[in-house]
């Protein structure tokens, strides 16, 4: 996983429109199942209705949320030292995707984070190469020719119930960047609608640690691509 070298887009440069519309979200409180693949942390909703993300004229359903360290995305060509991506599948789109972004700063605990950063899951026994994996929606690395699942995730006994929407808090969800692009894991799919809070969060320098050493990814720097 860590082989998938992409260009992600840098948003100093990016135009906004002074006026857009809110994301919409509906995320529901939910048992969630709390897993590390070997290449991020991943909350996975287990509700019958996870909630949606709304915007633009579409709707997404929530599959998961999960964690990069530093930030995959860059402003001013400067990493944030966290971002989490909820991921969601396209409605009435099949094998296309949204998500939802949100950059934190180092300050204040974030009380999302709270409810289960002392229930991270370490670290698989055996970590996983990229060169015959790739990755479910689910989080679930997959050999690529076979498309089978493989070993290589542990799970936390942590199961919520979660607020989601603790996640981005009272930060305003009218202030964003979107493009269409690819996922960041093997096979890359190429159908994903982001969208980017400019506004951040924040959590504590224990907790940045405490991801860190779950996520694992020290020599390269993260578990950024």
Request: glycine residues 12%; charged residues 15%; negative net charge.
């Amino acid at each position: 996983s860590d082989s998938t070298q992409q260009s992600p887009i840098d948003f100093a440069s990016c135009q906004t429109p002074e006026a857009r519309a809110a994301v919409d979200i509906t995320w529901a409180p939910q048992n969630v199942e709390l897993i590390n693949h070997g290449h991020a942390v991943q909350l996975t909703a287990m509700g019958t209705s996870p909630g949606k993300m709304n915007v633009g004229g579409n709707s997404y359903t929530l599959v998961q949320c999960h964690f990069h360290y530093s930030s995959e995305h860059t402003v001013g060509e400067q990493h944030y030292p966290f971002e989490a991506h909820c991921v969601h599948t396209k409605d009435g789109h099949d094998g296309e995707y949204g998500v939802f972004g949100v950059f934190f700063e180092l300050g204040a605990e974030s009380a999302f984070l709270g409810n289960f950063v002392g229930d991270l899951p370490g670290q698989p026994g055996r970590r996983l190469s990229a060169g015959n994996v790739s990755f479910n929606l689910m989080g679930n690395p997959m050999d690529s020719a076979t498309k089978r699942r493989l070993q290589g995730s542990t799970t936390s006994s942590y199961t919520g119930p979660l607020d989601f929407k603790q996640l981005y808090g009272s930060i305003p969800l009218t202030h964003y960047w979107n493009y269409f692009g690819s996922f960041t894991t093997p096979p890359c799919t190429e159908a994903v609608d982001f969208f980017i809070m400019m506004d951040t969060v924040t959590l504590s320098q224990a907790q940045l640690d405490a991801f860190r050493a779950a996520i694992g990814w020290g020599a390269a720097g993260g578990n950024f691509r």
